[in-house]
């Protein structure tokens, strides 16, 4: 199964984020310029985390913001954020954040083996340091595994 | 034997755990139906599960979900860790 579709406009490099909810928007924003979702989207992914909690800091220095799927989603998609100076979202064990992914799914159901891929590159724990300091969208494709162009 | 592994909306971190628990059951050498679910259909997700699987930020809210069900609730801190989650399902299941 292919990964989550990452165009390179949703791949933005050492961002400016004052604070978790600036870096959800990031990730947000990465989406939409890619075409994956309307700007709405971004706000719901933040509504998760005021619901549930930071618990979508999955890994030391690594969110993966998502929320479900909506009319706000335009087609399936991921973005990749890094950012100049790394934020806490609150999570008691992974803070801060340096990387935050922004996935965007059409069907609860039909994602699951992409985000498996997904998985299989984040298995290596040294990539989440690897991402943070790259210096091009490429090298952040490249570091995850997907072909040169988008 | 039913595993089920828990997030706050249901898609993205839960199949991501889902994953990597079925990863950490392989190297085991155990069997098990491993599936995903968010917090609001938990309870009847893990009607029948031995373990629920989630996140440290989702552990309490999961056990007042469950309510009287007695699945175990294994905390896992990174979803990507195989080995630590193996660790914690051999604990539990062991």
Sequence with gaps: ?150 | MRIVAVCGAGIGTSAILQVNAQRALERLGLEADVSASDLASVSTAAADAQVILTSTELADQVRAAIGRNFAEIVVVQNYFDVDEIAGKLQTSLG
């Design chain 1, 1 to 150: 199964m292919p990964l989550p579709p990452l165009a390179t406009p949703a791949i933005a490099l050492q961002a400016d984020a004052a604070d978790w909810r600036e870096a959800v928007r990031a990730a947000g924003n990465a989406l939409t310029v890619s075409g994956a979702t309307k700007p709405e989207y971004s706000e719901r992914m933040i509504g998760v985390i005021e619901e549930f909690g930071a618990y979508v800091v999955i890994a030391p220095g690594l969110a993966l913001a998502h929320a479900r799927p909506g009319p706000d989603v335009l087609a399936e998609g991921l973005s990749v954020v890094t950012l100049a100076n790394p934020v806490p979202f609150g999570h008691p064990h992974n803070d801060p954040v340096s990387v935050v992914l922004g996935l965007a799914v059409t069907s609860a159901e039909e994602h699951v083996a992409s985000v498996a891929e997904l998985a299989n590159v984040f298995n290596d724990e040294a990539i989440i340091g690897r991402i943070a300091e790259a210096q091009t969208p490429a090298a952040v494709r490249a570091l995850l595994g997907y072909e040169a162009d988008a």
